[in-house]
């Protein structure tokens, strides 16, 4: 079996010596705590959206802090400046904190709320 165009991950198997097919990993949004979630939706605009992309990109970055990347827009469902509002939103409500830098992308870090 040779690798293909298609969708599929294929990984060659030395002792087949031949490619298979692998399992798909499912990527998932961790576990957001309550409060948290209930702070969120009281929000404005897009903030819950974003959020929810936020605590996805944590889950794949396995860290609270991590740089913002066009995937969080894309999950999100929104354009780059409601983005940058939510994330406005976000930070003064306590639910993030954001370190930005001129010409870089901000990196944002999700804060525990009580």
């Known amino acids: 079996m040779q690798p293909s165009q298609s969708d599929e991950k294929l990984v060659?198997?030395?002792s087949l010596n031949q490619f298979k097919?692998?399992?798909r990993v499912q990527r998932y949004v961790r576990t957001i705590p309550?409060?948290?979630l209930r702070s969120?939706?009281?929000l404005p605009?897009?903030?819950t959206q974003v959020a929810l992309g936020l605590w996805f990109l944590a889950g794949v970055k396995k860290s609270f802090q991590f740089r913002l990347t066009a995937e969080a827009a894309?999950?999100?469902g929104c354009c780059r400046s409601a983005l940058?509002?939510?994330l406005n939103t976000l930070?003064?409500?306590g639910l993030i904190s954001v370190e930005r830098a001129a010409g870089s992308r901000p990196i944002v870090r999700i804060l525990m709320v009580e």
């Open 74 to 76: 894309e999950l999100a």
């Open 40 to 42: 969120c939706n009281a």
């Open 12 to 14: 060659f198997d030395l």
């Open 84 to 86: 940058y509002k939510a």
């Open 21 to 23: 097919p692998t399992a």
């Open 45 to 47: 605009g897009k903030a």
């Open 34 to 36: 309550y409060q948290w």
């Open 91 to 93: 930070e003064k409500a």
